[in-house]
């Protein structure tokens, strides 16, 4: 089984820019998730999405991020413009179920993002 | 609001010997509990979690975690330490009742280093 897949792995870009990150999860996951992992910090939850829809967004900074995933399936994360600040590495993780029991989250390998 | 404390950011053993990484939560209930690995440049992966069912937890490549619900512990233990066990390690909480706000909580993680 496949698991999930993330693009580009890594990306340096002058603050300011904008940046986008991919996320492919493992096939039949209805659940999408984004984590900001700041270097010595534990992940923190950006978006949630159940199939298309968005089920938590309570820590996206929205003036500047932006997610989607417009068929349910995969999701782009983008940053724009880009701060300081935002330099990090991004998870994508997904599940197979939302909540209880059974949720088990399946992390991809991140992107690791520099903002110059 | 839940929350993890990981005591000790920095751990050092030596191969053979026993591996202890402290975890303490914050929880009106007791929660699902997990303990995730993450290697050098690698997604999160899951260890092992507690569910509210044996409260002693046995997960994968020898860790195990006891659930101690008078000391709102959960930490992970494993019997002799090797060289592939290097990695960061994050102790994770999520609340059992299913809402749109129980996402799951990460500690700030333990670096553990084996010395040979």
């Known amino acids: 089984e496949a698991g999930v897949a993330q693009s580009p792995r890594y990306k340096i870009i002058e603050k300011r820019q904008s940046v986008a990150f991919w996320c492919n999860p493992i096939s039949g996951h209805a659940t999408l998730y984004w984590y900001q992992q700041i270097l010595g910090q534990g992940p923190k939850l950006l978006i949630q999405f159940q199939n298309n829809g968005v089920v938590d967004d309570s820590q996206l900074p929205k003036d500047r991020f932006s997610a989607e995933r417009l068929k349910g399936v995969d999701s782009t994360l983008k940053i724009q413009p880009a701060k300081l600040e935002d330099s990090a590495v991004y998870l994508c993780?997904?599940?197979?179920?939302?909540?209880?029991?059974?949720?088990?989250?399946?992390f991809g390998p991140g992107t690791r993002l520099l903002v110059l | 609001a839940q929350s993890v404390t990981q005591l000790g950011s920095h751990v050092s053993v030596s191969e053979g010997a026993l591996v202890l990484l402290r975890c303490n939560y914050s929880s009106s209930v007791p929660p699902y509990l997990f303990w995730y690995v993450q290697y050098p440049n690698q997604g999160l992966q899951l260890l092992l979690k507690y569910t509210s069912a044996a409260t002693l937890v046995k997960g994968i490549n020898g860790f195990e975690a006891e659930f101690k619900k008078s000391e709102t512990s959960f930490h992970l233990t494993k019997p002799s330490a090797h060289m592939r066990d290097a990695a960061e390690y994050f102790c994770?909480?999520?609340?059992?009742?299913?809402?749109?706000?129980?996402?799951?909580?990460f500690g700030s993680g333990t670096r553990l280093s084996i010395r040979p």
């Open positions: 993780a997904s599940s197979l179920v939302r909540g209880g029991i059974g949720e088990t989250q399946y």
């Open positions: 994770a909480v999520r609340p059992t009742s299913y809402s749109s706000a129980s996402k799951i909580i």
